[in-house]
């Protein structure tokens, strides 16, 4: 019996030690500050087997060699498998049919939202001693993913700066925007779209910090979402408001549903409600030729977006349009605009003489056009024009009187629709 408790005792100190070993090893591939992928080299070079690091998507981020033949039938065969790890274990593993070749996948903790998994190929079951040392790898891989998104949030910050200072005019020059946007590979002779988003809100309120941590949570995801698509895109944070910066073709408007920056924006909104159950809104602009119109851009899907949250719309994309005369009339308080309209036209109160006014308007002040569509005499529209320049104070064809007349006959249909 006390030769068995040895002997049992002698193996699980020999593994115990050979795990303390590999993660020493690991640990010094990390500190040579050469990245994941040498890290996992280095995890292979100790198991003899080739190991491969997946993100919550099973979309790969890493892999240990050049040898990516089995990949597209790994993808097929671990996605969704997250969702198979029992609460009290570190990995599972199955077999697949074709290959009959053991797949063997540990959690890996990617982000404080996301888990990604490190997936081993082997020909037959790991042994014990190969899971132990894959159980350190695993601990000092999420080690080195949390170093390198330390370094990713330290330039998210920066950027974050940037485009803050950018928005608020806090560069004197546009060479000098023109140079810190190269900083972050941002060129000016680009063309843009962009996507002003916003988590929409709960019907119970949240208090500040928690939904401070809430919005953290879903903009981090979107970004690593963003890292999934071929289209260059940029990202930024401004307070409780994200920015995609997608780079356009010029082939299709962002706003049309086939463009691909919108079906790309459709599928980030689905995973961000599945994976934290939150939906987020975003508000398109028109498309920006430059950088330097981005800021205009920027503005414009805000518009947008706060326009369908105003609506009480959840999870839409909504995009830019311009705003007509009108639409722009009905955005000032109607007392003001019957005040104008008022002092405009003063006391202009014959329905004649207001109609022969808005007729000459009309037709860019020519007498003659006037007369014939009112079908009457010219010298009758120059009399009626002398008797409300007598009325005004003021000659009816001069520029800013005429432009000042224009918008009070505009403003009266508005007026009308508000009563």
Not at 87 to 96: A, D, E, G, I, W
Not at 240 to 251: K, S, V
Not at 269 to 288: A, K, T
Request: glycine share 4%.
């Amino acid at each position: 019996m006390n030769q068995t408790l040895s002997a049992i005792l002698n193996v699980q100190t020999l593994e115990m030690k050979e795990a303390m070993a590999a993660h020493q090893t690991f640990s010094e591939s990390v500190m040579s500050g050469k990245g994941l992928s040498h890290l996992l080299t280095t995890v292979s070079d100790v198991v003899s087997l080739p190991v491969y690091l997946l993100n919550h998507q099973s979309i790969l981020v890493a892999t240990s060699g050049e040898d990516h033949s089995n990949l597209e039938t790994l993808n097929k065969s671990i996605s969704g498998k997250q969702q198979c790890f029992l609460s009290q274990t570190h990995h599972t593993y199955f077999s697949l049919i074709d290959s009959k070749q053991v797949v063997t996948a540990f959690a890996v903790e990617m982000s404080n939202v996301t888990k990604g998994m490190l997936v081993v190929l082997s020909d037959a079951p790991l042994t014990h001693r190969t899971i132990l040392t894959l159980e350190q790898a695993t601990n000092v891989i999420a080690f080195e993913v949390m170093k390198e998104n330390a370094v990713k949030q330290y330039t998210q910050r920066a950027r974050n700066e940037f485009f803050k200072n950018y928005l608020d005019d806090a560069f004197l020059t546009n060479d000098e925007v023109l140079s810190r946007a190269k900083e972050f590979d941002i060129y000016n002779n680009h063309q843009f779209s962009c996507f002003v988003g916003k988590m929409d809100a709960r019907e119970a309120s949240l208090g500040f910090k928690q939904n401070v941590i809430e919005v953290e949570k879903v903009f981090a995801l979107i970004e690593e979402e963003l890292a999934m698509f071929a289209i260059p895109t940029y990202f930024f944070m401004n307070g409780n408001y994200c920015c995609i910066l997608a780079e356009e073709t010029g082939e299709v408007h962002p706003s049309d549903w086939h463009s691909p920056t919108r079906m790309m924006v459709e599928m980030i909104q689905d995973h961000v409600i599945q994976q934290l159950g939150r939906s987020v809104s975003f508000g398109i602009s028109n498309i920006c030729h430059e950088f330097l119109d981005v800021k205009a851009g920027y503005s414009e899907a805000l518009n947008a977006l706060n326009s369908g949250l105003l609506s009480g719309n959840r999870q839409f994309i909504q995009a830019y349009h311009t705003k007509d005369v009108s639409e722009l009339l009905r955005m000032i308080p109607g007392e003001d605009l019957r005040s104008f309209c008022e002092y405009t036209l003063q006391r202009i109160d014959d329905p004649d003489l207001l109609h022969t006014l808005a007729v000459y308007l009309e037709t860019h002040c020519q007498i003659t056009e006037t007369a014939n569509r009112l079908y009457v005499h010219r010298n009758t529209v120059i009399y009626r024009l002398e008797k409300i320049e007598d009325l005004l104070g003021k000659k009816v064809n001069e520029p800013e009187t005429t432009l000042q007349l224009r918008i009070a006959f505009r403003i009266h249909p508005t007026l009308n629709a508000s009563l």
